[in-house]
């Protein structure tokens, strides 16, 4: 009887513990818009940003509870060099004290960034070298730049964490996603094949609805912050001016409703070979329609939450190795030679993708990939995982349906840009993103099996 005793006041012990441990959270933004004259990233021709449209930002989130602490950066890139997150994460680990391995940068993947690595920017680069001498479109070593600039928005957020209140759930959006791979009546499958085009025969994939909303209240129960997670590309505003793309008014509305220090933070779900053409009509919402549209959705999914009834912080991270594709020499230095035609029409399109998707691969210099995999437990029923690369919404519905929790955020394009990862069935119908893809068939599917172990493993963990 007494060591019964002893074991339910030491069970009664730990229990009152953990529920006095506050659940804290901070806030914070970082400015990373690239200098004027950059080159831009998102398409395959050269070209040179003119102006702001409206600034690129860095938003840290900061989440702590007893010893475990973790960082969720939002940046408004096109991807994440490996350069960026191994500099950013280790300045956050020295100035912030947050472990390396428990921190995530993300990025939203907007098309009208910096372009500052990347098969593209080295070609761009050297060119413009080779030329002038220097190159005139690169004043600021941006990667480093952007890294400083990164912690320390974690190291502000860090230092303004409070207790909260926590709240999640998810709303369904049907109206802005499609998926842009075609099964088409004269064989084979396309991506973006033209809307109205009547060689369509059927979609050759799902989108996902799901809007994820993850809401932070301060103990009063004012909102301070949400994040929501929606799988669909970035590029819907185009041209040579900096811009964040629709989460920049997904934000706007939101502010508008619950004030000027609300802070919108938005990550891209699996979107992969999904975009916001719908090919049965004419025409395409803007990223203001989109972004409001999306704001009307979060508004309502936001009065639905369910409350966190007791936050449960923890991390955990792996590895998985996958090959890489492989090229002969010779195909090497044809795709060297072809690089140069890569920015005009000189060859089919999907031979300069190939081309340059082989010199991207020669800057990895390994026949392997580690491929990281992150998983976030913030309760009993609420996780987040983070993937690299631009993933096949495919891959990221069976995480969320193997998952143990009941609300599971998939992000994608997280601390690595390593291109497309699509699935194995895509692999075999080609077109697009599986040319552009760097890994090879079944490297997703070893990302997925990581991932639902992760949750396994948090969901039975204290």
């Not at 996780?383 to 631009?390: D, H, K, N, S, Y």
Request: aromatic share 8%; hydrophobic share 40%.
């Amino acid at each position: 009887m007494k060591w019964i005793s002893m074991v339910a006041l030491v069970c009664l012990v730990s229990c009152l513990r953990a529920e006095a441990e506050d659940f804290l959270v901070g806030t914070a933004q970082a400015d990373i818009t690239a200098p004027r004259g950059f080159r831009m990233s998102g398409y395959f021709s050269e070209r040179f940003n003119t102006g702001v449209r409206d600034s690129l930002k860095a938003k840290a989130l900061v989440l702590s509870q007893g010893k475990v602490k973790a960082a969720l950066v939002f940046c408004d890139l096109i991807g994440i060099g490996p350069g960026l997150s191994r500099a950013a994460r280790t300045r956050i680990a020295e100035k912030a004290g947050i472990p390396f391995e428990n921190v995530s940068i993300a990025a939203t993947h907007s098309h009208t960034g910096p372009l500052y690595f990347g098969a593209l920017r080295e070609h761009f680069h050297r060119a413009a070298v080779a030329s002038n001498g220097r190159d005139p479109h690169e004043g600021v070593d941006y990667s480093a730049w952007a890294a400083e600039k990164i912690a320390e928005a974690v190291v502000r957020a860090a230092g303004a964490a409070v207790p909260v209140k926590v709240r999640h759930g998810v709303a369904s959006e049907k109206r802005l996603s499609f998926n842009r791979r075609f099964h088409m009546k004269t064989g084979g499958v396309r991506f973006n094949p033209g809307q109205l085009n009547p060689s369509i025969l059927r979609t050759a994939g799902p989108i996902d609805p799901d809007v994820g909303i993850v809401e932070f209240l301060s103990r009063g129960g004012v909102p301070r912050a949400s994040l929501t997670v929606f799988a669909l590309h970035l590029d819907t505003v185009g041209g040579t001016e900096y811009s964040a793309d629709y989460p920049r008014y997904l934000s706007d509305e939101l502010r508008a409703v619950f004030g000027k220090e609300y802070v919108s933070f938005f990550g891209a779900g699996a979107c992969g070979d999904l975009n916001h053409i719908d090919v049965t009509v004419k025409g395409r919402r803007s990223a203001g329609e989109i972004g409001k549209l999306l704001a009307e959705t979060v508004r309502g999914g936001i009065s639905k939450l369910g409350a966190v009834k007791q936050p449960s912080l923890a991390v955990r991270r792996a590895e998985v190795e996958v090959p890489l594709q492989r090229y002969s020499k010779e195909e090497v230095e044809k795709a060297r030679k072809e690089m140069e035609l890569v920015g005009s029409n000189k060859l089919p399109f999907l031979q300069r993708v190939k081309a340059y998707k082989i010199m991207a691969l020669q800057l990895r210099k390994a026949d392997t990939i580690a491929l990281e995999v992150q998983a976030f437990r913030l309760s009993s029923e609420l996780a987040i995982v983070t993937l690299p690369g631009e993933v096949f919404v495919e891959l990221g519905l069976a995480i969320k349906k193997a998952s143990p929790f009941r609300n599971t955020l998939v992000i994608e394009l997280v601390n690595d840009a390593p291109g497309y990862i699509p699935t194995r069935k895509a692999f075999t119908e080609g077109s697009y993103e599986t040319v552009n893809s760097r890994v090879q068939s079944g490297g997703g599917e070893a990302m997925v099996e990581t991932a639902i172990g992760l949750l396994k493993d948090l969901a039975r963990a204290r």
